[in-house]
């Protein structure tokens, strides 16, 4: 992650708001100008060096959103352009390729009222749900799919998330760090017990032993199930406590490959780190004896192990679909759970 892709690189919450005020300013003027759609042809991507009318469509937009400079008339994919289209790609949340096609160009095609009234709404939430946090912080943003850790107005530390599917989506809360717990159990949720685990069970009576998990009890007229420490258990070997009523928590995965998608909502509500060994390691350093080895060391002892943090730490579990880093750029992420849908119907 490039180090200004984040909500809080240097600023304070009252300027974050400053800078998205500007931003709708800029798209205000922006509105006057005409903003037909932009259409590709049969040929759906362009890369360096080829040639096209409507690579000239999108260098005139891209000049007027800020990304590319200079008023061009050519339909050559330059060098230029694709310096342009990286750029673009980054702020919107894109792999980063370089290459004109189908998801860049529907970024390209969002109207401006739309992305006016979505900076609205964010700086709605920067004043609803923005903390000033002095200390040492951590934020998780779900359309960004990214957790920052912040000491001060300084990030430390940020990852890659996956977080919670639209059917069992992340909640959006603040709370306090306490604990990590090595090689822990993974104590299975009822609704999983109930809609996987079961069914799974009539197919294979194996499953539980090929799944390496245990019936440890009865709760609620369902088996209460809990998988084992190990390479195959779901929370993979660590994670994180904040105790909430939502039962959310950061966790490591023996799924790896999902950190390779650019959208990442796949879990039943709690985040999934991709970095879980660094996260561990920062919020130890303190503590002379918990040194990487012996971190590692308790990560792969397969008996389960909870460490009280000596100062909680503050956790915001945040949804922000637009923001301006650091170095002035401005951001757009997809409104993966509706929620900014729903406040505009609110607000109308």
Request: with cysteine; charged share 25%; proline share 5%.
């Given at each position: 992650?490039?180090?200004?892709?984040?909500?809080?690189?240097?600023?304070?919450?009252?300027?974050?708001?400053?800078?998205?005020?500007?931003?709708?300013?800029?798209?205000?003027?922006?509105?006057?100008?005409s903003?037909?759609?932009?259409?590709?042809?049969?040929?759906?991507?362009?890369?360096?060096?080829?040639?096209?009318?409507?690579?000239?469509?999108?260098?005139?937009?891209?000049?007027?959103?800020?990304?590319?400079?200079?008023?061009?008339?050519?339909?050559?994919?330059?060098?230029?352009?694709e310096?342009?289209?990286?750029?673009?790609?980054?702020?919107?949340?894109?792999?980063?390729?370089?290459?004109?096609?189908?998801?860049?160009?529907?970024?390209?095609?969002?109207?401006?009222?739309?992305?006016?009234?979505?900076?609205?709404?964010?700086?709605?939430?920067?004043?609803?749900?923005g903390?000033?946090?002095?200390?040492?912080?951590?934020?998780?943003?779900?359309?960004?799919?990214?957790?920052?850790?912040?000491?001060?107005?300084?990030?430390?530390?940020?990852?890659?998330?996956?977080?919670?599917?639209?059917?069992?989506?992340?909640?959006?809360?603040?709370?306090?760090?306490?604990?990590?717990?090595?090689?822990?159990?993974?104590?299975?949720?009822?609704?999983?017990?109930?809609?996987?685990?079961?069914?799974?069970?009539?197919?294979?009576?194996?499953?539980?032993?090929?799944?390496?998990?245990?019936?440890?009890?009865?709760?609620?007229?369902?088996?209460?199930?809990?998988?084992?420490?190990?390479?195959?258990?779901?929370?993979?070997?660590?994670?994180?406590?904040?105790p909430?009523?939502?039962?959310?928590?950061?966790?490591?995965?023996p799924?790896?490959?999902?950190?390779?998608?650019?959208t990442?909502?796949?879990?039943?509500?709690?985040?999934?780190?991709?970095?879980?060994?660094?996260?561990?390691?920062?919020?130890?350093?303190?503590?002379?004896?918990?040194?990487?080895?012996?971190?590692?060391?308790?990560?792969?002892?397969?008996?389960?192990?909870?460490?009280?943090?000596?100062?909680?730490?503050?956790?915001?579990?945040?949804?922000?679909?637009?923001?301006?880093?650091?170095?002035?750029?401005?951001?757009?992420?997809?409104?993966?759970?509706?929620?900014?849908?729903?406040?505009i119907?609110?607000?109308?």
């Amino acid at each position: 992650m490039r180090s200004d892709n984040n909500i809080q690189t240097k600023d304070s919450i009252n300027e974050q708001y400053r800078h998205l005020e500007k931003a709708v300013e800029r798209y205000e003027k922006l509105n006057t100008e005409s903003w037909p759609s932009i259409t590709l042809s049969a040929k759906t991507t362009y890369k360096l060096n080829e040639k096209a009318p409507v690579i000239k469509e999108i260098k005139q937009r891209l000049d007027l959103l800020g990304d590319f400079r200079g008023n061009e008339d050519s339909e050559v994919f330059n060098q230029k352009l694709e310096t342009a289209v990286k750029k673009f790609q980054f702020r919107h949340g894109l792999e980063e390729t370089g290459i004109i096609n189908a998801s860049l160009v529907k970024q390209l095609n969002i109207p401006l009222e739309t992305r006016i009234s979505q900076l609205r709404l964010n700086m709605e939430r920067v004043l609803k749900e923005g903390q000033e946090n002095p200390g040492t912080h951590i934020v998780a943003n779900i359309p960004e799919y990214k957790l920052h850790v912040y000491e001060g107005n300084r990030e430390v530390l940020s990852m890659d998330i996956v977080v919670g599917k639209t059917s069992n989506p992340t909640v959006v809360f603040s709370d306090q760090l306490e604990q990590v717990v090595f090689s822990p159990y993974w104590n299975i949720p009822e609704s999983i017990v109930r809609n996987e685990i079961l069914p799974a069970m009539k197919k294979n009576p194996r499953y539980l032993k090929i799944h390496n998990m245990e019936v440890i009890g009865t709760k609620n007229g369902l088996p209460d199930i809990r998988q084992l420490p190990g390479p195959k258990n779901a929370l993979g070997k660590v994670k994180f406590l904040f105790p909430n009523k939502y039962n959310i928590y950061f966790h490591d995965t023996p799924v790896k490959s999902l950190f390779e998608k650019k959208t990442r909502a796949f879990s039943h509500g709690c985040i999934r780190l991709s970095q879980p060994f660094e996260l561990a390691k920062f919020l130890l350093k303190d503590d002379p004896k918990w040194t990487d080895a012996a971190i590692q060391s308790a990560m792969n002892s397969r008996k389960e192990r909870y460490v009280t943090l000596n100062q909680p730490i503050p956790v915001s579990i945040s949804y922000y679909t637009a923001w301006v880093d650091g170095s002035g750029n401005i951001h757009f992420r997809d409104d993966i759970y509706g929620r900014d849908k729903r406040m505009i119907s609110f607000d109308e």
